[in-house]
């Protein structure tokens, strides 16, 4: 008995040792509009790929999408949409590797979707979005607008919109915490100066938020290569 006992242990543990974690994101949405588009992109190297698609007509979507490849930054990413294109919304997904995401909410907008992930990029992420979703909203929503009917009303409400939004972003980057994320993020923003130059509207801005950095974060490969973005490498404005 007792080798039975002891045969049973070594296949169950065979078993356990086989079975692969599965990295997965289970979406449960609910009050779609009929005809909302789903859709589900994969990352990598700042290329999205589409490895899911489906229109919607009871308003919900439950699905579990099975990550097979796990991209460079564990990035994927959740589209909505109309039935024609013209209203689009989206938000980053950011994976963790044998660890199960969820994205639950209402409505077509993802921006008012809830993403819950043990990457720790998520939350930054979310953050980031929770400080600008109103106002991008808005200018979705006037964008949707202006493809659709045209107009030169709608086309000036959607630009001012999207000045707004552009705003908001800007707002977001000066008040959120700073933290590694923030540099990873702000980095990327800097990178415009490499082709836009220092006569760049914003760049004053810019050098204005670089104040927000202490002497570790300009130690940080973000910093050195936010540094090097804004003031060519050189020792950096006191």
């Not at 078993?15 to 990295?23: G, Q, Y």
């Not at 009050?31 to 992109?41: A, F, Q, R």
């Not at 907008?109 to 400080?131: C, L, V, Y």
């Amino acid at each position: 008995m007792k080798h039975i006992l002891l045969l049973t242990a070594i296949a169950v543990s065979a078993l356990t040792a086989c079975h692969k974690a599965e990295t997965t994101i289970t979406f449960n949405l609910t009050d779609l509009p009929e005809g909302t588009i789903i859709e589900i992109l994969k990352w990598e190297e700042d290329e999205g790929e589409t490895v899911f698609e489906k229109a919607e007509s009871n308003g919900n979507f439950c699905y579990t999408y099975t990550c097979d490849t796990i991209p460079a930054g564990a990035m994927y990413g959740v589209c909505s949409k109309n039935g024609n294109g013209s209203l689009r919304n989206d938000r980053d997904i950011y994976v963790k590797i044998g660890c199960s995401t969820t994205v639950t909410g209402s409505g077509i907008f993802a921006e008012n979707w809830t993403i819950e992930s043990e990457n720790p990029r998520q939350p930054f992420s979310n953050k980031f979005n929770d400080a600008t979703k109103d106002i991008k909203i808005e200018y979705e929503r006037l964008r949707s607008e202006a493809i659709d009917n045209g107009g030169p009303e709608l086309i000036e409400k959607y630009n001012e919109a999207q000045a707004k939004y552009n705003e908001a972003c800007w707002t977001a980057i000066e008040t959120l915490p700073v933290d590694e994320y923030w540099l990873e993020y702000f980095a990327d923003v800097t990178d415009i100066i490499n082709e836009q130059g220092t006569d760049w509207p914003n760049y004053p801005r810019m050098t204005e938020i670089y104040k927000r950095l202490s002497d570790a974060d300009k130690a940080t490969p973000a910093g050195k290569q936010i540094t090097k973005n804004l003031f060519g490498g050189e020792k950096a404005a006191e």
